[in-house]
């Protein structure tokens, strides 16, 4: 499809269907509303009126009774002009007013049409247009929230006001290469190297907010890893408060990657419990902890189950994690070890002494928990996807490299060069750099009608 269709070509679907009060909604968007308004109501519409309509077939025939909404161009969600038409009963009716519509000239929207739109006539831009699927999607009340405030566009001014930082960063130091036998002097300047401080300081925090936006968003995910038989399954049993995972005195019990959905205090979490961690002559044993190697690489939190003698030696197996991942220690069974509930820092990560058989101490692991799932975050917090942690990361190595162009090698160029890199690697988050490939992948996957 070219850009030109965006502008002749006139779209439809169910945008929801009868909900508990039985209203659905199908939406138009496009040149030929107005037309297409016309001829259902029998007159022309009122912009943004109500209208109380009988929805009829080509031959007359009565297909609904319901509400006709006119929003014309530009004032509209996707910058057409759009109708909405709320009827009621059921999906059949819809399906038959669906039908109509495109009698009178409209065609069925693909997935994310709408959106996509909206997004193309700059009534949103990309990071905003995803967060309507994030609202969507969401899972959990926090996540709602998170991605209402980006749909508020919380997160794209936050990356605006970087990239114009990032600008003004740009233009000193072409200033400099513009003028090349004063180029020591400029690239010496310290306001150069407070600047550049300046924008990676505001870059970190803002990785740092986007991958708690992440966590918001998708939800935490915690792999429980441990030796065979320190609790892990009764772990998983007792924060999910059902027995979903076989407990036995046998090591080896678990031989697969068991998940597990849950919302604490509307943080949304998925538990893996995992193989016990040791080396077997059991074929399938062995598979489960090949999986359970693969469930701790893919997981925001890795959760080491131990005891009080082995957790020390324990903790290799956190070793080669070659992605940022939170470390939690948790020492079990300390209803057994006469140990009382408490948690520490301890080697950089949090430990903590519970009892999965009991309770105790498992308020503070659920507490500790919501935290890294970004819960009490305040009312700024945003949602965000993992391709916007990795266009920051990316920006993140463009800034390193453009510091080392300037403070060992004096090179202006090739720091010019990595910042322009890293500006339009920022622009890829909201739009302003985007491929017809990136957009086609984000749009496909909304529901039809959004």
């Excluded at 009868?18 to 912009?47: E, F, T, Y």
């Excluded at 409209?106 to 959106?115: N, V, W």
């Excluded at 509930?341 to 101490?361: I, M, P, V, Y």
């Amino acid at each position: 499809m070219t850009d030109d269709d965006y502008t002749t070509d006139t779209i439809a679907a169910i945008a929801s269907a009868p909900g508990a009060a039985g209203i659905g909604v199908v939406r138009v968007s496009g040149p030929d509303v107005p037309r297409i308004a016309s001829a259902l109501l029998g007159k022309p519409p009122k912009i943004r009126h109500a209208h109380f309509a009988a929805f009829r077939g080509a031959n007359s025939e009565l297909i609904d009774r319901g509400l006709l909404l006119h929003f014309p161009s530009p004032a509209s969600y996707t910058g057409e002009h759009v109708l909405e038409l709320q009827g009621h009963g059921s999906a059949m009716l819809l399906d038959a007013l669906l039908q109509r519509v495109c009698e009178l000239g409209a065609r069925l929207a693909r997935p994310g049409e709408f959106t996509e739109r909206a997004f193309l006539n700059g009534k949103v831009d990309l990071a905003q247009a995803e967060a309507v699927a994030d609202l969507i999607a969401a899972r959990s009340q926090a996540g709602a929230r998170a991605a209402l405030q980006s749909m508020e566009g919380v997160f794209s001014r936050k990356v605006e006001g970087l990239l114009q930082s990032l600008i003004a960063l740009r233009v000193h130091i072409e200033a400099a290469i513009d003028f090349p036998e004063e180029e020591i002097d400029f690239l010496a300047d310290p306001k150069l190297a407070q600047q550049l401080a300046s924008v990676r300081s505001d870059l970190a925090a803002l990785l740092h907010e986007a991958q708690r936006g992440v966590r918001l968003n998708d939800g935490l995910r915690v792999a429980i890893i441990g030796r065979p038989n320190v609790g892990k399954s009764s772990l998983l049993n007792a924060l999910a408060g059902s027995d979903r995972a076989i407990v036995n005195a046998a090591a080896g019990t678990t031989r697969d990657v068991l998940r597990e959905n849950l919302v604490l205090d509307g943080v949304s979490l998925e538990l893996a419990d995992t193989a016990g961690l040791r080396d077997t002559d059991d074929d399938v044993e062995r598979e489960g902890v090949r999986r359970a190697h693969v469930e701790l690489h893919r997981a925001d939190v890795a959760l080491l189950v131990t005891d009080t003698l082995h957790a020390r030696a324990d903790q290799i197996l956190f070793y080669g994690l070659d992605h940022p991942v939170e470390r939690l220690v948790l020492i079990n069974k300390i209803d057994l070890d006469g140990d009382a509930a408490h948690g520490e820092q301890r080697d950089g990560c949090r430990w903590l002494w519970a009892s999965a058989k009991t309770g105790a101490g498992l308020d503070a692991l659920r507490e500790e928990l919501r935290r890294l799932a970004g819960a009490g975050s305040g009312e700024g917090a945003f949602s965000a996807r993992r391709r916007h942690v990795f266009a920051l990361q990316r920006v993140e190595q463009h800034l390193n490299a453009a510091a080392h162009a300037l403070d060992t090698l004096y090179a202006g160029e090739l720091a010019a060069e990595e910042l322009r890199h890293a500006q339009q690697t920022l622009g890829e988050i909201t739009g302003a750099y985007s491929s017809d490939d990136l957009l086609g992948a984000i749009f496909g996957s909304f529901c039809i009608g959004k």
